[in-house]
């Protein structure tokens, strides 16, 4: 069963998709599959995902699940058959997806799915998304009315 991955997605390094790896004993680091252990001095590695690239054709049993995920297209009979879900079921799940990987909150989620946030900045404030300029003009509520002018004297 195959599926043709519409953007990017992290993977298990291995020969064909390549992670990075560092060593936390020595200042030794590389390119490559797992790396089970720092060839090196033996320490403990610290390992960074492979990237298979949008495009990539995933040839697996449960290749429909990429698809159900939002992140691919199915290519043969046997993924579609499987898929079993709208087109606009599809749309929110890829929206999910992209929105987990930005690591947004869920108290965040509906800043983020209104376009007012996109992420988070190294102090944990937002990112401002596309909507949130026009939003600030908005950003009254619950400041009720204005006082009426003062003219009683
Ligand atoms: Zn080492």
């Not at 992670?19 to 960074?48: D, F, M, S």
């Not at 087109?87 to 890829?94: G, N, Y």
């Not at 690591?103 to 401002?128: C, Q, T, W």
Request: with cysteine.
């Amino acid at each position: 069963m195959k599926a043709v991955l519409t953007m990017d997605a992290t993977c298990v390094p291995c020969k064909e998709f390549p992670g990075k790896w560092r060593c936390l004993k020595c200042p030794t680091e590389g390119i490559g599959p797992v790396q089970p252990r720092c060839p090196k001095c033996n320490g403990i590695v610290e390992q960074r995902s492979g990237l298979k690239p949008s495009g990539t054709v995933i040839d697996l049993p449960n290749a429909f699940v990429l698809v159900r995920q939002g992140i691919a297209d199915p290519v043969d009979d046997d993924c579609k058959a499987m898929v079993r879900r709208s087109p606009e079921q599809l749309r929110a799940a890829r929206h999910a997806y992209i929105r987990s990987t930005r690591g947004i909150h869920p108290e965040d989620f509906d800043a983020y799915d209104r376009g007012l946030m996109v992420g988070y900045n190294a102090d944990g404030s937002h990112k401002p998304g596309p909507a949130a300029v026009h939003s600030e003009s908005t950003d009254t509520l619950g400041g009720g009315e204005a006082e009426p002018p003062d003219d009683t004297l």
